[in-house]
């Protein structure tokens, strides 16, 4: 592998923060700037699954679901088999309950929606997606407007995906005409530039304790 075939990491200072700690999962705040699991080159192992595993109270876990890099936000982590299977099948079955918040370039007029839109893997263009109404696998988000800061023409949105595609509700501002502030892969008339880190957060994530089957929420604040 050539040097152009990989990106080094920044290496992200911030800690992994466990919000509740349970014998089978934990929901923990994974920082921007910290890579869920490991990267392929050596120079990337550093991530949120690795530190975990360094600890002795954490040494089992393992990833249900992701985040991507640039995102700030609560994640659950499966500590045994059992909690590992049962809540990757909540996700499955569409379960779990999440929403996210995000600021978005300009003033949304409305005060909530749908978008449903279908995507696929943009693969000339990796990893972008793409919207596809031939091939593209069901996406659906929905939004909601938090607040509108007019002089600075942005708007705060909670986004609560239906669906878990990736890079979806990147993709669905974008297609909404508003993208995420700080995206460098789905931008408009400046966009990325408008903030120092991409402006998406999982504010908070809802299951089903695989063992009792009540239901556990946990919530990371947002910080921007």
């Not at 299977?85 to 499955?92: A, D, L, N, P, V």
């Not at 309950?97 to 839109?117: S, T």
């Not at 908070?204 to 009792?212: E, G, Y």
Request: glycine letters at 4%; hydrophobic letters at 35%.
């Amino acid at each position: 592998m050539s040097h152009k075939d990989y990106h080094v990491v920044p290496f992200c200072p911030a800690p992994v923060r466990i919000i509740k700690p349970n014998k089978h999962f934990l929901f923990v705040a994974k920082p921007a700037g910290l890579l869920t699991i490991p990267g392929r080159h050596e120079e990337n192992k550093d991530c949120l699954i690795t530190r975990l595993q360094q600890h002795p109270k954490s040494q089992t876990a393992t990833v249900v679901h992701r985040l991507d890099m640039a995102t700030s936000g609560i994640m659950i982590i499966a500590l045994s088999k059992m909690a590992h299977r049962e809540i990757s099948r909540q996700f499955e079955h569409r379960e779990t309950h999440k929403h996210y918040i995000a600021v978005v370039d300009g003033i949304v007029e409305d005060d909530n929606g749908v978008i449903d839109l279908p995507m696929i893997a943009d693969w000339p263009n990796r990893p972008k997606q793409k919207i596809d109404f031939e091939d593209g696998k069901k996406a659906i988000t929905e939004w909601h407007v938090l607040d509108r800061d007019t002089s600075n023409k942005r708007t705060r949105l909670k986004l609560t995906p239906v669906t878990g595609r990736s890079h979806q509700l990147r993709l669905h501002c974008l297609e909404l005409g508003h993208p995420i502030l700080g995206c460098n892969l789905y931008s408009k008339n400046g966009s990325e530039h408008k903030a120092s880190r991409l402006l998406l957060h999982a504010e908070s994530l809802t299951i089903k304790d695989p063992k009792t089957g009540k239901l556990v929420t946990a919530q990371a604040p947002c910080a921007f």
